[in-house]
C-alpha cells in the first residue's frame, strides 16, 4: 500500500494504442477465481480500473477517507474490466447506475452503506485488510466471489429510467449513458460470462466513438494547457494568505465566493458601506445556493462566510498577497490606488475581458506584478480562468496565477495581451457573429437556441445575450471595431436591440421578452421585425430551410476556428 491511493485508473494515453497485454479485464478475472480469499485494502482513490479491481475481489475495507467511483462517464466511455458487472451485485441497479451517470466518486460510510466496502478500517487500511484475512483464514472462510451473487432484477427498467431522466440534462446530447445502461441490464439478465462478454462489446463501442475522442481530448488538453512556456520547475508560486477583491458586483461576489470555496480568506472593498453588505450579502446567498443544493453544509457554509470581511479603506489592503481588481471601468484609476496602498511584492490582478493590461500596468511602478486573471460570470460556476500574461509579467507572479487557478479548482489557461483574449474572441468573434448572421438569413431566436441547447449547450447564446445585457456585447463590439476591421455584416442585431431599449433580462426585454418572473423568455414580434429590418437594410436573403444541423455546424465550427 505504498504511494497516496490505491488506483486511480487505467492509463488514458493507451486508449488509443491498445492496452499491454495481459488486459485488466483478463487480471481480474484471474484475481477473482485465486483460491484464496482476496482483501482489497482501498485508500485514496479506486477510480474506474481501480474500482473494478476492487470489486473482482473478495472482500474490501476501506479507510474513512477513500473515494471509490466509476468517472468513465466523463470520457464517454463504458466502463470494460467487469465494473458494469460486478458493481450491481454489490449495490444494485439505481445505485450503479447512479455512480456511473455522474461518474462521482462516493465516500468509504456511503460506500460501506450500500455493500461496496465490507468495513471501514483505521489507516494504513493493509493493516486493517491482513487483520481481516487473518480471521477468514481463521474461520475457514472460502472465497466470496462477486460473480456468483445475483443481481436484483426487480424494478430494473424503472431504475434505468428514472437514472436516464436525472441525468438527461447533464448529458444532453451524448450518448455513453445509454451504452451503461444497456451494460447493466446484462448484468441483470444474462450469465455473469455472457454479460462480460456484452460488456466488452459495448466498452470497444464507445471507446471508437466520436464522442470518447473528443471528450479525451478535452481532458488531455486541460492538463496541456498547464504546461507554460517560460515556467519551469524551479519557479515557485507566492503564497496566498489572503486576497483582496476590489468591487462587490455580480463578478467580485463570485471571485470571493470561489476564495472562501477554497479555504482563502479575503477583504473586499467597495466605494461605501452599502456596497460592501451588498457584496458580502452576495455571497452569502452564493453560499446559501450550495447548502440548497446540497453540496455543503450550513456549518460549512458559515465556516467560509467567516473567512470574508469588506472595507471602505484602501489601507486595508496591506496584508493582501494578491489584489484582483473586478470593477467595470475605471480600473487605471483602481490601479494607480493599488500601487500606493498593496504591500510591496503583492500581485497586483485585473479581470479585465477587453481592455490592455499593458496600459494597465503602465499605470503602476512595478510592471512586473500585473498579470489579468478573466475569471467569467457566474466566476464561482464557471471552470474556466484566463491568465495573462503581460509584457513585463514576472514569472513568478504568472506562476502564482497559474497556482491560484489549481486551488480554485478553475481550468487555467495561460493567454498573451490581444483584445477578448481566447474565450471572448471565440465567442463574439466566432459565435456571436455566426447566431447574428443566422438571424439575418431567418432563423428565429428561440430556434437557434433550443437547437444548440438540444446539441448540449447548458443555455442558447440568445439568451446568454440577454442574460449579460445586450449592451454589453454591443459596448464590447465598438471597442473591438475600434481597433480591428471586421467584414460585415458583424454583429449588427444587437446594437439595434440596444437602440430600442432591449438592453436584455434586466430590461425585461432583450431579445426575447421576460413574463412576470423576469426569468422565462418569450419570443417577441418586436425582435422579429427588428431582424427582419436589418436583414432588408443589407439585403440579405431571408431562408426556410436552415436545419438544426446546420445551425449546430456553423456555429460550433465557427468557435473551433476562432480558437
Given at each position: 500500500?505504498?504511494?497516496?491511493?490505491?488506483?486511480?485508473?487505467?492509463?488514458?494515453?493507451?486508449?488509443?494504442?491498445?492496452?499491454?497485454?495481459?488486459?485488466?479485464?483478463?487480471?481480474?478475472?484471474?484475481?477473482?477465481?485465486?483460491?484464496?480469499?482476496?482483501?482489497?485494502?482501498?485508500?485514496?482513490?479506486?477510480?474506474?480500473?481501480?474500482?473494478?479491481?476492487?470489486?473482482?475481489?473478495?472482500?474490501?475495507?476501506?479507510?474513512?477517507?477513500?473515494?471509490?467511483?466509476?468517472?468513465?462517464?466523463?470520457?464517454?466511455?463504458?466502463?470494460?474490466a467487469g465494473g458494469t458487472q460486478r458493481l450491481p451485485r454489490l449495490v444494485g441497479i439505481a445505485k450503479s447506475m447512479d455512480m456511473m451517470l455522474t461518474g462521482t466518486p462516493i465516500g468509504a460510510e456511503d460506500a460501506h452503506k450500500a455493500g461496496?466496502?465490507?468495513?471501514?478500517?483505521?489507516?494504513?487500511?493493509?493493516?486493517?485488510?491482513?487483520?481481516?484475512?487473518?480471521?477468514?483464514?481463521?474461520?475457514?472462510?472460502?472465497?466470496?466471489?462477486?460473480?456468483?451473487?445475483?443481481?436484483?432484477?426487480?424494478?430494473?427498467?424503472?431504475?434505468?429510467?428514472?437514472?436516464?431522466?436525472?441525468?438527461?440534462?447533464?448529458?444532453?446530447?451524448?450518448?455513453?449513458?445509454?451504452?451503461?445502461?444497456?451494460?447493466?441490464?446484462?448484468?441483470?439478465?444474462?450469465?455473469?460470462?455472457?454479460?462480460?462478454?456484452?460488456?466488452?462489446?459495448?466498452?470497444?463501442?464507445?471507446?471508437?466513438?466520436?464522442?470518447?475522442?473528443?471528450?479525451?481530448?478535452?481532458?488531455?488538453?486541460?492538463?496541456?494547457?498547464?504546461?507554460?512556456?517560460?515556467?519551469?520547475?524551479?519557479?515557485?508560486?507566492?503564497?496566498?494568505?489572503?486576497?483582496?477583491?476590489?468591487?462587490?458586483?455580480?463578478?467580485?461576489?463570485?471571485?470571493?465566493?470561489?476564495?472562501?470555496?477554497?479555504?482563502?480568506?479575503?477583504?473586499?472593498?467597495?466605494?461605501?458601506?452599502?456596497?460592501?453588505?451588498?457584496?458580502?450579502?452576495?455571497?452569502?446567498?452564493?453560499?446559501?445556493?450550495?447548502?440548497?443544493?446540497?453540496?455543503?453544509?450550513?456549518?460549512?457554509?458559515?465556516?467560509?462566510?467567516?473567512?470574508?470581511?469588506?472595507?471602505?479603506?484602501?489601507?486595508?489592503?496591506?496584508?493582501?498577497?494578491?489584489?484582483?481588481?473586478?470593477?467595470?471601468?475605471?480600473?487605471?484609476?483602481?490601479?494607480?490606488?493599488?500601487?500606493?496602498?498593496?504591500?510591496?511584492?503583492?500581485?497586483?490582478?485585473?479581470?479585465?475581458?477587453?481592455?490592455?493590461?499593458?496600459?494597465?500596468?503602465?499605470?503602476?511602478?512595478?510592471?512586473?506584478?500585473?498579470?489579468?486573471?478573466?475569471?467569467?460570470?457566474?466566476?464561482?460556476?464557471?471552470?474556466?480562468?484566463?491568465?495573462?500574461?503581460?509584457?513585463?509579467?514576472?514569472?513568478?507572479?504568472?506562476?502564482?496565477?497559474?497556482?491560484?487557478?489549481?486551488?480554485?479548482?478553475?481550468?487555467?489557461?495561460?493567454?498573451?495581451?490581444?483584445?477578448?483574449?481566447?474565450?471572448?474572441?471565440?465567442?463574439?468573434?466566432?459565435?456571436?457573429?455566426?447566431?447574428?448572421?443566422?438571424?439575418?438569413?431567418?432563423?428565429?431566436?428561440?430556434?437557434?437556441?433550443?437547437?444548440?441547447?438540444?446539441?448540449?449547450?447548458?443555455?442558447?447564446?440568445?439568451?446568454?445575450?440577454?442574460?449579460?445585457?445586450?449592451?454589453?456585447?454591443?459596448?464590447?463590439?465598438?471597442?473591438?471595431?475600434?481597433?480591428?476591421?471586421?467584414?460585415?455584416?458583424?454583429?449588427?442585431?444587437?446594437?439595434?436591440?440596444?437602440?430600442?431599449?432591449?438592453?436584455?433580462?434586466?430590461?425585461?426585454?432583450?431579445?426575447?421578452?421576460?413574463?412576470?418572473?423576469?426569468?422565462?423568455?418569450?419570443?417577441d414580434p418586436e425582435t422579429a421585425a427588428i431582424i427582419r429590418r436589418v436583414a432588408e437594410e443589407r439585403q440579405m436573403r431571408q431562408r426556410t430551410d436552415i436545419t438544426d444541423a446546420e445551425i449546430v455546424e456553423r456555429t460550433i465550427l465557427q468557435?473551433?476556428?476562432?480558437?
Amino acid at each position: 500500500c505504498a504511494g497516496r491511493t490505491f488506483a486511480a485508473g487505467a492509463d488514458i494515453n493507451e486508449f488509443d494504442t491498445g492496452v499491454a497485454a495481459p488486459h485488466h479485464r483478463d487480471v481480474f478475472n484471474r484475481v477473482e477465481q485465486a483460491a484464496k480469499p482476496v482483501v482489497a485494502a482501498l485508500f485514496g482513490t479506486a477510480l474506474g480500473a481501480g474500482l473494478e479491481l476492487a470489486v473482482a475481489c473478495h472482500w474490501r475495507m476501506a479507510t474513512a477517507d477513500a473515494r471509490l467511483g466509476l468517472p468513465e462517464i466523463n470520457l464517454g466511455i463504458v466502463p470494460g474490466a467487469g465494473g458494469t458487472q460486478r458493481l450491481p451485485r454489490l449495490v444494485g441497479i439505481a445505485k450503479s447506475m447512479d455512480m456511473m451517470l455522474t461518474g462521482t466518486p462516493i465516500g468509504a460510510e456511503d460506500a460501506h452503506k450500500a455493500g461496496l466496502v465490507d468495513a471501514i478500517v483505521a489507516a494504513p487500511a493493509v493493516d486493517g485488510a491482513v487483520a481481516f484475512a487473518e480471521r477468514l483464514l481463521a474461520e475457514g472462510k472460502a472465497p466470496r466471489r462477486t460473480c456468483d451473487m445475483a443481481v436484483d432484477a426487480g424494478g430494473l427498467e424503472e431504475a434505468i429510467a428514472a437514472s436516464l431522466k436525472a441525468a438527461g440534462r447533464r448529458l444532453a446530447g451524448r450518448t455513453t449513458q445509454h451504452g451503461d445502461a444497456d451494460a447493466v441490464r446484462a448484468a441483470a439478465t444474462l450469465p455473469f460470462t455472457a454479460g462480460l462478454v456484452r460488456e466488452k462489446e459495448i466498452s470497444d463501442a464507445a471507446l471508437a466513438s466520436a464522442e470518447s475522442k473528443a471528450l479525451r481530448h478535452l481532458f488531455l488538453a486541460e492538463r496541456w494547457v498547464s504546461r507554460v512556456p517560460g515556467l519551469g520547475r524551479d519557479i515557485t508560486p507566492l503564497p496566498l494568505g489572503r486576497i483582496a477583491i476590489i468591487g462587490g458586483g455580480t463578478m467580485g461576489s463570485g471571485i470571493a465566493t470561489c476564495c472562501v470555496n477554497a479555504g482563502i480568506p479575503v477583504t473586499m472593498l467597495e466605494t461605501d458601506r452599502a456596497r460592501v453588505d451588498r457584496g458580502l450579502g452576495l455571497v452569502r446567498g452564493n453560499l446559501d445556493a450550495a447548502v440548497k443544493r446540497g453540496l455543503i453544509t450550513a456549518d460549512e457554509a458559515a465556516k467560509r462566510g467567516a473567512l470574508i470581511t469588506g472595507t471602505t479603506a484602501y489601507t486595508d489592503l496591506a496584508t493582501a498577497d494578491m489584489v484582483i481588481e473586478a470593477v467595470f471601468e475605471v480600473k487605471k484609476k483602481v490601479f494607480a490606488e493599488l500601487d500606493k496602498f498593496a504591500r510591496p511584492g503583492a500581485v497586483l490582478a485585473t479581470n479585465t475581458s477587453t481592455l490592455d493590461i499593458d496600459e494597465i500596468a503602465a499605470v503602476t511602478k512595478r510592471h512586473e506584478a500585473v498579470l489579468g486573471l478573466h475569471f467569467f460570470a457566474p466566476a464561482h460556476v464557471m471552470r474556466l480562468l484566463e491568465i495573462v500574461r503581460a509584457a513585463k509579467t514576472d514569472p513568478t507572479v504568472l506562476a502564482t496565477g497559474v497556482e491560484l487557478a489549481k486551488k480554485l479548482r478553475k481550468v487555467g489557461v495561460v493567454v498573451g495581451v490581444c483584445f477578448g483574449f481566447a474565450g471572448n474572441r471565440m465567442f463574439i468573434d466566432g459565435y456571436m457573429r455566426e447566431v447574428e448572421v443566422l438571424l439575418l438569413e431567418g432563423a428565429a431566436p428561440e430556434r437557434i437556441d433550443r437547437a444548440l441547447t438540444d446539441w448540449g449547450m447548458a443555455m442558447g447564446p440568445n439568451g446568454v445575450n440577454d442574460l449579460s445585457g445586450t449592451d454589453i456585447l454591443a459596448d464590447v463590439r465598438a471597442q473591438l471595431l475600434a481597433r480591428e476591421h471586421r467584414p460585415e455584416p458583424y454583429l449588427v442585431v444587437t446594437p439595434e436591440l440596444v437602440k430600442a431599449g432591449r438592453l436584455g433580462i434586466k430590461a425585461g426585454k432583450g431579445v426575447y421578452r421576460y413574463g412576470e418572473d423576469g426569468r422565462t423568455p418569450h419570443p417577441d414580434p418586436e425582435t422579429a421585425a427588428i431582424i427582419r429590418r436589418v436583414a432588408e437594410e443589407r439585403q440579405m436573403r431571408q431562408r426556410t430551410d436552415i436545419t438544426d444541423a446546420e445551425i449546430v455546424e456553423r456555429t460550433i465550427l465557427q468557435l473551433v476556428n476562432v480558437g
